[in-house]
């Protein structure tokens, strides 16, 4: 059975720093592409960032150059580095992958104050 479970949201001032945690389990975690998504209020839940088995990545537009997508095989770990942080950023934060299916994390809520 898949399971993800995110870790590392909270509240942070604009402009500051946050680092999301991804654990997976009953995976194929190193040749699977892992991705995470973001879902604010009242907003469809929207792509933020990707990376390939081969590391290879993928941001939104809106997070180019302030996100950064990593991960561990070592650990079946998933990363996402967000930096510069803006009030827009607000969102619940999840972890995906997939497997004939897509797996979804629990999620993890990040909250931007200005």
């Known amino acids: 059975q898949v399971q993800l479970v995110e870790s590392g949201g909270g509240l942070v001032q604009a402009g500051g720093s946050l680092r999301l945690s991804c654990a997976a389990s009953g995976t194929t975690f190193s040749i699977n592409t892992m991705s995470w998504y973001r879902q604010a209020p009242g907003k469809q839940r929207e792509l933020v960032a990707q990376?390939?088995?081969?590391?290879?990545?993928n941001y939104a537009d809106s997070v180019k150059g302030r996100f950064a997508i990593s991960r561990d095989n070592a650990k079946n770990t998933v990363y996402l580095q967000m930096n510069s942080l803006k009030p827009s950023d607000t969102a619940v934060y999840y972890c995906?992958?997939?497997?004939?299916?897509?797996?979804w994390g629990q999620g993890t809520q990040v909250t931007v104050s200005s």
């Open positions: 995906a992958t997939y497997e004939s299916r897509t797996y």
């Open positions: 990376i390939t088995s081969s590391g290879l990545t």
